[in-house]
């Protein structure tokens, strides 16, 4: 995972691996790797049976988007090709 890594570290953010994301009001889910954000969540990311990433999120309020991360989550496959998911 370098690049979202570099892409943590673009944005001043810290990438955990194995760690629980804070979410509302002491809401924890965990995460294969975790973004943690400055604000009060942080956002899980958990590889999936097909080889993608999920990302989950409080998406509540626009804390994460303060942070520069919309509503809107590319994840990339092992082979590159990449969807779109919207929550």
Known sequence: MSRPCSACQEMGLTLL????????????TKGDYVIRLKGPYDVAVNKQKDSTFALTCDWWAGHRRREGIGNAAVVAGPNGQKRVDTQ
């Open 17 to 28: 691996q194995n760690a629980e994301a804070r979410g509302y009001y002491e809401n924890k």
